[in-house]
Each structure stands twice: as C-alpha cells, then as structure tokens.
C-alpha cells in the first residue's frame, strides 16, 4: 500500500493549494480518507476527512470555509483543496486512510503518505 501525497509549495497569505494523494494498493472508495498536518515540535494535527460514504466529509474549526476534501474514485487520489492560505498553515500535510469507524484521530489511521510542506508567508 502507498499513499503518495503532492501538491505543497511555497505561497504568499490568500494564495491558494490543492493537494492530491493517490493510493496504491488499496481502494480509494473503502477507506474514510484524512488530511493532517504536523509542524517541528507540535503533535500531528488532524484538519478533516472525507468519508467513504456519501457526503460525509467533517472538517476542524481551523480549517472549515477554507479547505475542501473531495475525491475521485476513478483516479484512485483524493484531494485537499486549500484557499485563503495562512502564514499558520505552515506545516507538513499528510494524507492517510482509515477503515476505523471513528476516522477524526490520529489513532484510527492505518495507511500514511509521506507527506508534503506547505509554506505560507506573509
């Protein structure tokens, strides 16, 4: 199983991302499917997940109204869409899949990518 995430860079505040991670070795559609992100020093932090169910998708306060999941199923990839960037949302972004029926820790998560950095200056 890999999930390889891309998509980082380096933008001004407001700017906008989009993320992808596409998996290998497993379906996309079987899996609740998250995106966390972790600076130095700091605990992993999870930012939302897209269900596998319909539409089920929950977002943290952090990042709700900014950051959008959505999938393609077809495409085996799913996406984290980031707008209105902030200095704050520096960090390194992963994605990773969960078949855990409460998919909002970081516990529940068995598959990781290897992450990607996001760095917003001001």
């Given at each position: 199983?890999?999930?390889?995430?891309?998509?980082?860079?380096?933008?001004?505040?407001?700017?906008?991302?989009?993320?992808?991670?596409?998996?290998?070795g497993?379906?996309?559609?079987?899996?609740?499917?998250?995106?966390?992100?972790?600076?130095?020093?700091?605990?992993?932090?999870?930012?939302?997940?897209?269900?596998?169910?319909?539409?089920?998708?929950?977002?943290?306060?952090?990042?709700k109204?900014?950051?959008?999941?959505?999938?393609?199923?077809?495409?085996?990839?799913?996406?984290?869409?980031?707008?209105?960037?902030?200095?704050?949302?520096t960090?390194?972004?992963?994605?990773?899949?969960?078949?855990?029926?409460?998919?909002?820790?970081?516990?529940?998560?068995?598959?990781?990518?290897?992450?990607?950095?996001?760095?917003?200056?001001?």
């Amino acid at each position: 199983v890999q999930l390889q995430a891309s998509g980082g860079g380096s933008v001004q505040a407001g700017d906008s991302l989009r993320l992808s991670c596409a998996a290998s070795g497993l379906t996309l559609r079987n899996y609740h499917m998250g995106w966390f992100r972790q600076v130095p020093g700091k605990e992993r932090e999870f930012l939302g997940v897209g269900k596998r169910s319909i539409p089920g998708t929950y977002y943290e306060d952090s990042v709700k109204g900014r950051f959008t999941i959505s999938r393609d199923n077809a495409k085996n990839t799913v996406y984290l869409q980031m707008n209105n960037l902030k200095p704050e949302d520096t960090a390194v972004y992963y994605c990773a899949a969960s078949s855990n029926v409460t998919p909002y820790y970081v516990r529940s998560y068995t598959y990781w990518g290897q992450g990607t950095q996001v760095t917003v200056s001001s």
